[in-house]
């Protein structure tokens, strides 16, 4: 069966190149960064250059540049550790109601840990208000943390309006940048935010590694400490393969993202137009404003989206509803909620994140079978 | 010094051995056995008899005139299916039912409607979601909550002929 | 030039064969374990029986395991997660003055955060002395904390006492058996300890990987939320290739434990016979208890370590002083210290770390190169 | 909605070739490279000309009769050193020294005892440990502190023979 695997915001297979800068670190260059020998200086070198590459990449110092083992470590970093450097400064923060659960569910932690937080709202489309971030700003706030672009929807946040805000009031500011790094281009880091997170494995790198960008100065606490690694703030012995290879993958992803993003973007409109021409009562969650190129959240109305993905999954096509580390779960989106759909909309919202292997011919085959598939789900539905 | 447990230089193997032997085999593996498939996690490995009711529902459709009918939803997931049955001399000789759910509930309902169908009342008023899951040959742990939709559509639909029914007795 | 690599128990190679079993998951399996789809499923599957072989290993039920990226993580995990969870009951932890830094430094910062933490002294062995354990329990104590082995002399602590006393008073007991796992046997988890912390790059594993035991029933809180990875107690996509890795890694190390142990025994007392033999004035530090096999600590009197490694080094011997994450401190191992060694005899300790590849060969070529090493560099020593 | 910045589909490269020409080289290149090498942390990357002074340090030695002696000691990691010096007409004839220390410190000694031999007693207080650092070619970040001791034990061996030659003329 081919297989069609349009679950990139998910996970993306590893570049074939990536893994080739990685293997050298698995065999000969084994060591530990920190040992005092050849095989850890080759260790510390590779690692110091893949903390360049990404500094460079991102316009940063890098120095300013953390490896962590996933972005859901970076955003609890960001987070715990800014509360932990300031917390005799203040407790409020202020985020979104459609963050990623890395986000939101460390958010709701704090607030158990005494911290107030503001939820934003966002509008129909997803997107959270510039004045709403105003308003919400209090003496005692420490932090706004704005997601850039949504891995469910793939909507892009008026980050820099935020931003700019966020200076105005010397508030210290990080965004979850997982999936807009390398699929479009962002501004130098040190221009946009105090924190920004990364993750490898969304974009044809390994798993087991992520980055927080820290602007110089910015007073954070470590989460995990120990040795003297990373600068003081991130203790353990470094995943050197796996850095080297988040490295590789990010200059990938910012070299080939100019056209990268113009094909995907094509081939989702593409996508998108066939299904609005196949199949009726459809709604494309997002699709008003900016998106990553590779992303379309689509409601079909009156069925239920895990039986669409059973059926695509049978016939050897991957995608997802909602972000993969929700699945399971039975509730609807909180994101999708957060926008307005009703309970049915946000039920039968199916994910398609495109990728590198993506093509028109996998485009035209889903769009096909999708058509059958809910009016199938559509002639058994008891709310059609 | 009491470190009789770490005999250095002793076979690892000894220890997981005695460890097998005594209690790990008796006190965990069945454990663990379940412990596995419950964390098999938000993934869900369907069977091929699922698979088969999601993929090809028995008893789908409507029945205009039925003798009981339920409409029941699930809060946790806001899914929902309709159940009609037609009974005559107190047995089911139609079953139909429509879902708006998971293919964990399409497949139970599918499931649930072919073990009722030709059942006297009385003896559909027993089923019960386990005698659905074990139909099945077994649902992932996670997706048990919606095999009770089908079921309680079943037992809904039939308190809906039997409510009709009294009220035509009376 | 042959390289002699003596520095295991800082990362070990990776063994060819557990690079094989993670390969795989590179590339056609690279899917996201949670995903809905062939490719999470397989990602899935492969988690849950490394976590069942982990399990196994161990003596433990599959969902006491939670992977983390390092031991560094599964101690921070360990000791910041119980005292989270148990915090309106106590914030008194017991632990000995020669732990690891990633246990070190996280009680200093609970400290700061108002926990109060008794560091036991050792003996001049190294050893905890479980009488001072059970003298230092208070009302409010929540957790011992005490490594199995240690990392820089390789002496093994009275640990099945330790456990006795903590269980005898319904008190926590975490233990980092990093050095320990797979070198030496060891009890079942569940009849020694509530919290075991393991690391894979000890063990010829990938780096990147680790886990923490967590008896059923154990009061812990997640450091990582998200996602509901990993039983909800750590979250963040899982490094699937690492954790497949370090479950290959271990079974390995398992089987091949009672023969390895024997070898390395015996060239580990080979390597201190030809030193005491033609070194005068070394003693070996932690020498007269049991210590894991593969591990010797010795100081060398008027000599400084860093000077002795980096003629190794020009060599082609990798050894180490003390652990790998304190390299570069100027100050003397607080391990030795605490041993009772002068300031001069830690100074001048170099660790060397046995493994699989370490041959009888290797062990006379060292202890020759020491001698001339040791001896030019008493020659120009201002203390000899 | 000032989303300037953020051109969908626009190259990437325009973008970070934009910060290239402005900001990033101006303002980030030197940091940075400095910045890389104060963190290429605890493993040290040591030139060849400090390899050498290491393997093969000059002026080892003790000077029986010396005009000039000095014990000094780094109180942070405990390495310590002894230096004697010979002084003839003002001039320091001999120097030697003995070291009880890592790498950086026998190596920064071997150079500051190269730099001060045959120097005048007032040029050789004149040497500073950049002098010896550079003239060694630089030393990692972190050695830095080693380097103080040779020349600290220098300027107190020229105080203790100036000490005890201001004895003698008195
Ligand atoms: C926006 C966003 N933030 C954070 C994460 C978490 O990334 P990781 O899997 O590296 O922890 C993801 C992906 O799951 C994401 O899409
Ligand atoms: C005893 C001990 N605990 C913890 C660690 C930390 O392990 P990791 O490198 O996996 O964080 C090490 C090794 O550095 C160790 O030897
Ligand atoms: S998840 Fe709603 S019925 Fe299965
Ligand atoms: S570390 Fe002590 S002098 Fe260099």
Known sequence: MPMIYLDHNATTPLDPRVLKTMLPFFKKSFGNPSSYHRHGREAREALEKARHTVAHLLGAMPREIVFTSSATEANNLALRGVVRALR????????????????????????????????????????????????????????????????????????????????????????????????????????????????????????????????????????????????????????????????????????????????????????????????????????????????????????????????????????????????????????????????????????????????????????????????????????? | MGEKNIVLCASQTDVIMKTDNHDWKKAYAPAAQHELEEHQGPVLFYNEIVIDHFTNPRNVGEIPDADGYALVGDPSCGDQMKLWIKVENGIITDIKFKSFGCPGAIATSSMATTLALAKPIAAAKQLTDDDVISALGGIPENKRHCSLMGIAALHAAIRDYETKHACFAA
Chains 1, 3 share one sequence.
């Open chain 1, 88 to 384: 005799n400064k203040g407790r409020h923060i202020i985020t979104s109601s459609i963050e990623h659960h890395a986000v939101l569910k460390t958010c709701r932690a704090l607030e158990q840990d005494g911290c107030q937080i503001t939820f934003l709202p966002v509008d129909g489309c997803g997107r959270v208000d510039p004045n709403t971030v105003s308003r919400a700003i209090r003496r005692d706030t420490i932090l706004i943390t704005i997601m850039y672009a949504h891995n469910e929807t793939g909507v892009i946040q008026p980050i820099s309006d935020i931003s700019r805000i966020a200076r105005s009031h010397n508030i210290i500011f990080h965004t979850d940048a997982v999936q807009a790094f390398g699929k479009i281009p962002i501004p130098p880091a040190r221009e946009l935010c105090d924190l920004m997170s990364l993750s490898s494995h969304k974009i044809y790198g390994p798993k087991g590694a992520g980055a927080l960008y820290i602007k110089r100065g910015t007073p954070i606490s470590p989460l995990l400490t120990g040795g003297h690694h990373e600068h003081g703030l991130r203790a353990g012995t470094e995943n050197v393969p796996a850095i080297v290879g988040f490295a590789a993958a990010a200059e990938h992803a910012v070299k080939d993202c100019g056209k990268e993003a113009v094909r995907l973007a094509a081939l989702r409109n593409r996508l998108e137009a066939l299904l609005i021409d196949s199949v009726p009562d459809i709604s494309i969650n997002g699709k008003g404003v900016e998106r990553i190129p590779n992303t379309t959240n689509v409601s079909f109305l009156s069925v239920e989206s895990e039986s669409v993905l059973l059926h695509l999954d049978l016939l050897g096509i991957c995608a997802s509803a909602g972000s993969a580390c929700t699945t399971g779960d039975p509730e609807p989106s909180h994101v999708l909620l957060a926008m307005g759909c009703t309970p049915q909309q946000a039920q039968g919202a199916v994910r398609f994140s495109l990728g590198k292997s993506t093509t028109a011919r996998d485009i035209d085959t889903v769009a096909a079978v999708l058509t059958d598939i809910v009016k199938k789900l559509r002639s058994i539905s008891s709310v059609a």
